[in-house]
């Protein structure tokens, strides 16, 4: 589930948990079908772990609209 241009990332997320105690946040996710998610997590002690995840894809939707209005107003088109 995770896009390749992330499995980097989010290996070391993993890691970065056996070493701290903690992931993230940190988001993934690619523009266009896939959706966008935004994840944490902590060790609780006694081998317990929570993590979670949060769906921001409609976030990501309105800062790319923000973006293409931004960028028509700057050009002076109305389209």
């Known amino acids: 589930m995770t896009p390749p241009e992330y499995v980097a990332v989010s290996r070391e997320q993993m ?3 056996d070493r701290t105690g903690r992931i993230g ?8 079908s896939r959706s966008w998610f935004v ?3 902590a060790a609780l002690g006694d081998g317990a772990e929570v993590k ?3 769906d921001i894809t409609d976030r ?3 800062e ?3 973006r ?4 028509r107003s700057r050009s002076g088109s109305k389209a």
């Open 39 to 41: 994840f944490a997590g």
């Open 64 to 66: 790319e609209a923000l």
């Open 52 to 54: 979670y995840c949060i």
């Open 25 to 32: 946040p940190y988001e993934k996710g690619r523009t266009g």
């Open 60 to 62: 990501k939707r309105a």
């Open 15 to 17: 890691r970065l948990l």
């Open 68 to 71: 293409v209005s931004e960028a």
